[in-house]
């Protein structure tokens, strides 16, 4: 009952019911747009009956040399699909494309210290906490860099936990 | 160029470094002082100079910084042996955008390119000047040079682009297509394509031609291999297929696609399509899509053979068995959808399907009825059945309803689903109110019973049932309906209010995007309110919201150019226009620079000032002309919406609305396209009207040469009338007809009611009417009164109405849903105007000293309107105080009295309060051990009587803001009256 395509502008008039949920932010449209002219591959929206959004994935993929990785940007999922595994297939996906289309060493993403429900489920899709970054949500609360190796990176060299934690500022990327 | 021989512009980088470190810190005085010293060594260098412009723009001096940059210009322009580097035009072009003068920056590159006629890098810098010109047809020009000089597939692509945007937003005929094809053909065959996107762009333009014949054979050779998800090659050739009409091979391949995703519901629908050769599928959008679609899938059947239907169902239906059986998990709702969609289609088709689509229904509900998605799920399939089809699909289900699952939380989802399906079908609009009453009892102890269940949940989740307070809330609603009794609405803010207690909701973050699609929730509302300031924050932020994005736009649209993501280029220039289109923008437009006119009525120098900048209202007249021709987009998100909630042609919430649970609201979106239409229409006459009414008042008996403005006496008169007439004509009248009506009304000859809704409309009309009359020679044709009749019919209908709405408004706590808003309309529309004429008159009356001895007959005249003048003040004055005495009287009632009001109505034996008791039980002794920690201290927090104050200040806070209005109208009327008294 999914259809996973694409993201398009319009999906951003259709996309209230998911993102009015507060722990979705929403960014301006300089952030979205950007999103869309730089990397459409890595941003998708899967879509019920009557074109209703269910959820949707925003990603690109950046960084030199063996630090070459997708990054998810914002994945989420509107209350009335919840409990289905819809991130997990929008995951799936963004991962697929980093290995297949973008020829990423990794995929990494960055949560909320304390948002351990979110920590579980990446970690059930095979994430492991690779660091920590010190004050980095509006320099209050500590995130947590996930990360998930990739097939180019055939010694998972890319997700080796860092022992000490980073701040923002050491970030290669933001 | 220059920059690679480390110089900037000509000036060596070093020097230059300073100012930009100095701008990108915000030390705008630093850099500025760093540029000045810089311009002394380098006095005619046109970069030094773009520079400063930029600095000064920054620092908020625009009238010199462009100052400046026309300087740079000037330099550029003039001396020949300077370099024309793209650091130095790219730097001016910043600052003249900025400035809103992108045509300098254009003229500037164009300049460039003419001397340089080979540079890439210029020729960039023009393109993009085009594309943020949105002139689609230079931004293809360009390019196609630039393909000439280097033969990259990017600049061909830029121009292909180009081309189709004028097709599909200029006015580019179709046949341009076949010039874009006719360059990408050859570039093909002499280099073949490099990028998957230049190909869908290929597709595209093909498509668009209908040679999907070509576009089939381009993907199926060797450029087909750009396309590296399977997919997403097959989602292309199956629409290429099934629109060159080969359905078989379409069908085929959508089957390739289910095979691969199951779960993809659009697929399968192309897929049916397929079978039953329908090509509705595959309708294209256009600008004024809706945004959320019905939720009622097109098809069309009638072209079909019983035997033709009958094997293609045989088919689907065969295959989708394959799918349910193939379907690795439970969690797959497509296969089953699917067979309800073939039910549905069969229905359709033959009219005699409904007990199996009714029996589908059911085994669906059996798989999938405790996900929350169930009802949005199915809702499509319900409209095909007829009422008493639907009501035994529900006797069905209750039936179940014995049997749930074993699983708690699965088995409030069923009961959870079972309610809003009966919700959905409408069937709580025909139970007696005891039964009503009942379900809405049911549904809260339901709640409170698998309350434990959230026991262990983080507070930022939902708890489980969450849904029920809403739709308690719904039901209670209705049964205000019934029951007119105030106490049902109370319960059910205290219903929503209770389920915040417990799970912790920060207040909505409507931003950004969120602005366009969720605004109505609270803008209709807003609009008629005395919040001032509130509705102008409001405004203001979605005003810059929408104006900021149709500023930036060309910017990204370039970034997706230069990334060549072709196809979100066109994306991008269409999505800018549905926005520029959206009724909601438009509508802001208007009621924007309204506001401003009724927060400065009491001024009349202001509000002139203010008319002033709005160019006297030509601007509006120019929307007002061309509004009807314009098609409107409704980008509302409608699906967050209660069924219930206002709008701005219906309150709901006053109901009986038959029907309304069900009806899904997009389907009126039609109606609603000519109801804004006309509103901007009509509205958007206001400010233009104002200002000529404020010039008809301020001509009168002056001489003609005392006017300042360009327009004379006789043209204000004639341009006032025009637009009187047209208002009239937007009410359904003529000029004539309609003043017979307002004198009718205010003789007492015919009764308000003749007004119809629009008597806000009606009494502007009269006030403006009464306007043209001071300076019109042939009113007393046209009214049959000379001037002292018109003002007695605008006071009289001013007065009449408004004491007769505060004769029958009840004290407010009790009759909320009163006539406080149309109240709000009245004195602040045309009472206010009115107030304007008068100001305008008196302003006249008082002696300027330069004014000569007026004759005789003239005196005669002054004292004949300065005793109608006199007499409108003490009327408005008179008027006003009963308002603002009854405001006043509404607030000082103790708000203890008023909270008591409110929660007592909540404990009455019989009527409103069964659902709160329960609420109240629970919280009033929580169960600690089933409940947990954070669940148990959130219901001891709860009050009623602390949401019983918030109701009571909001409204405090409307009513102190109206008699404010109230009272600044009076203090300036008295003033006016103390004038008018001296003369």
């Known amino acids: 009952m999914t259809t996973i395509r694409r993201f398009c502008c319009n999906d951003l008039l259709r996309f209230a019911s998911v993102n009015l949920d507060h722990l979705t932010e929403t960014f301006n449209m300089s952030f979205y747009m950007t999103y869309l002219a730089r990397w459409p591959d890595y941003f998708h929206v899967a879509e019920g009956p009557g074109n209703r959004i269910m959820g949707y994935i925003m990603g690109k993929v950046e960084g030199q040399g063996e630090s070459w990785h997708g990054h998810v940007t914002a994945v989420t999922v509107a209350p009335e699909y919840r409990r289905q595994q819809l991130a997990k297939k929008l995951m799936n996906l963004l991962e697929d494309i980093s290995d297949k289309i973008g020829k990423a060493y990794f995929v990494d993403l960055f949560v909320r210290a304390s948002n351990t429900p979110a920590i579980k489920m990446y970690e059930k899709l095979g994430y492991v906490i690779y660091r920590r970054v010190l004050r980095y949500y509006s320099g209050e609360e500590d995130g947590l860099d996930m990360r998930k190796a990739l097939s180019r990176d055939v010694e998972k060299k890319s997700i080796i936990p860092l022992k000490r934690p980073v701040t923002p500022d050491e970030l290669e990327y933001d | 160029m220059a920059s690679k021989l480390g110089l900037a512009g000509g000036i060596p980088e070093r020097r230059v470094r300073p100012i930009w470190d100095a701008i990108d810190s915000r030390q705008f005085k630093n850099a500025l002082k760093l540029t000045t010293t810089l311009l002394s060594k380098h006095l005619h260098s046109p970069y030094a100079l773009a520079l400063k412009a930029l600095i000064l723009e920054r620092m908020g001096k625009p009238d010199e910084a462009l100052s400046v940059c026309l300087n740079a210009k000037e330099l550029l322009y003039k001396n020949e042996s300077l370099l024309m580097d793209d650091l130095t035009l790219s730097t001016l ?152 009409g080969d359905y078989a091979a379409a069908a085929n391949v959508y089957q390739k696609i289910l095979e691969l995703c199951g779960d993809d519901w659009e697929a399968f629908l192309h897929y049916l399509g397929c079978l039953f050769e329908d090509e509705s599928s595959w309708a294209s959008e256009t600008i004024n899509t809706p945004i959320n679609p019905p939720k009622y899938v097109e098809c069309k059947l009638t072209h079909l053979t019983d035997e033709v239907f009958d094997s293609c169902v045989e088919n689907a239906s065969a295959f989708v068995q394959k799918l349910q059986a193939e379907a690795s998990n439970d969690s797959l709702r497509n296969p089953y959808l699917s067979h309800l969609e073939i039910e549905r289609r069969k229905c359709l088709f033959r009219k005699n399907n409904d007990d199996n689509l009714v029996e589908a229904l059911l085994q669906y509900y059996s798989r999938f009825g405790h996900l929350a998605c169930f009802t949005s799920d199915v809702e499509a399939f319900l409209q095909v059945l007829p009422p008493e089809k639907k009501m035994e699909f529900l006797d069905k289900l209750m039936k179940n309803s014995n049997s749930l699952s074993v699983v708690p939380t699965r088995a409030l989802g069923q009961s959870i689903t079972l309610l809003k399906t009966q919700e959905l079908i409408g069937n709580m609009f025909n139970l007696p109110v005891a039964e009503l009453e009942g379900s809405a009892v049911q549904m809260a102890e339901l709640y409170c019973k698998n309350l434990p269940l959230s026991k262990d949940l983080d507070p930022q989740e939902s708890m489980h049932g969450e849904e029920l307070l809403s739709i308690v809330c719904n039901v209670l609603v209705q049964l205000f309906w019934r029951t007119r009794d105030l106490g049902y609405f109370i319960e059910a803010i205290m219903v929503l209010e209770f389920g915040l207690t417990i799970r912790r909701y920060k207040s909505l973050d409507v931003k950004n995007i969120l602005m366009e699609t969720a605004s109505h ?298 006539d406080l808003p149309i109240l709000v309309k009245l004195v602040t529309e045309p009472l206010a105007w009115h107030g304007l004429v008068i100001q305008a008159c008196v302003r006249t009356f008082l002696p300027s000293g330069k004014k000569k001895k007026k004759s005789g007959s003239t005196d005669q005249s002054i004292s004949l309107l300065s005793n109608a003048v006199r007499d409108a003040i003490q009327g408005l004055c008179s008027v006003l105080e009963e308002v603002a005495k009854w405001s006043q009287d509404q607030i000082k009632i103790p708000e203890d009295n008023k909270i008591d009001l409110l929660v007592s109505s909540l404990k009455r034996n019989g009527g409103a309060g069964k659902v709160f008791n329960i609420l109240e039980t629970l919280a009033s002794s929580p169960n600690e051990t089933q409940l947990g920690d954070r669940i148990s201290q959130a219901l001891r927090s709860w009050s009623p009587v602390d949401v019983g104050r918030k109701i009571v200040t909001g409204q405090c806070r409307v009513l102190s803001e109206f008699w404010r209005i109230c009272e600044s109208r009076i203090k300036s009327l008295k003033t006016l009256k103390q004038q008018i008294a001296q003369v």
């Open chain 2, 521 to 818: 929730h609270i803008l209709p509302q807003m609009l008629a309110s005395p919040l001032w300031a509130d509705l102008s924050n409001l405004l203001k932020d979605y005003l810059k919201f929408m104006d900021d994005h149709f500023r930036e736009s060309a910017d990204l649209t370039f970034l997706a150019y230069r990334h060549r993501n072709y196809f979100k280029v066109i994306e991008f220039v269409q999505f800018k226009e549905r926005l520029q289109h959206s009724n909601q923008y438009l509508v802001a437009r208007v009621e924007a620079p309204i506001l401003q006119l009724k927060q400065s009525a009491d001024n009349i120098e202001q509000e002139e000032s203010i008319l002033e900048s709005l160019k006297c209202g030509a601007d509006f007249i120019e929307l007002s002309n061309e509004i009807g021709s314009k098609s409107l987009t409704f980008n509302e998100d409608f699906q967050s919406r209660p069924w219930w909630t206002p709008t701005t042609e219906k309150n709901y919430l006053l109901g009986p609305f038959e029907g309304i649970s069900y009806c899904p609201k997009e389907n009126l979106t039609k109606e609603r396209e000519e109801n804004v239409r006309g509103f901007i229409e009509r509205k958007s006459l206001l400010p233009r009207m104002i200002y000529l009414s404020i010039q008809s008042a301020s001509v009168l008996y002056k001489d003609n040469s005392e006017i300042n403005g360009s327009l004379a006496d006789p043209k204000i008169s004639t341009e006032l009338k025009a637009l009187l007439e047209r208002y009239a004509k937007m009410m359904g009248f003529s000029l004539n007809d309609a003043i017979d009506v307002v004198v009718g009304v205010s003789r007492g000859l015919k009764p308000y009611e003749v007004f119809g809704s629009d008597v806000i409309d009606w009494l502007n009309f009269a006030v403006f009417f009464n306007a043209w009359s001071l300076s019109s020679h042939d009113s007393g044709q046209q009214g049959g009164e000379r001037t002292p009749g018109s003002w007695h019919v605008v006071n009289s209908l001013l007065e009449n109405y408004i004491l007769g709405k505060l004769r029958s408004i009840g004290p407010l706590i009790q009759s909320p849903q009163g």
């Open chain 2, 93 to 244: 072009q910043i600052v003249f955008q900025r400035l809103d003068h992108l045509e300098l920056a254009t003229s500037c590159y164009e300049h460039a390119c003419g001397k340089f006629p080979n540079n890439l890098e210029l020729m960039m810098g023009l393109f993009n000047c085009y594309v943020r010109e949105y002139s689609f047809v230079k931004q293809q020009q360009v390019p196609i040079k630039m393909y000439k000089l280097v033969g990259e597939e990017r600049f061909l692509l830029w121009a292909v682009c180009s081309i189709q945007l004028q097709v599909l937003c200029g006015n580019g005929g179709e046949k341009l297509l076949l010039l874009a094809e006719g360059l990408l053909k050859k570039h093909v065959a002499s280099h073949g394509l490099h990028e998957p996107e230049a190909l869908i762009v290929y597709f595209s333009i093909l498509e668009q031609q209908a040679k999907y014949g070509d576009a089939l054979d381009i993907l199926g050779g060797k450029l087909g291999s750009l396309l590296m998800i399977e997919v997403d090659k097959l989602r292309i050739q199956g629409k290429l297929l099934a629109r060159a």
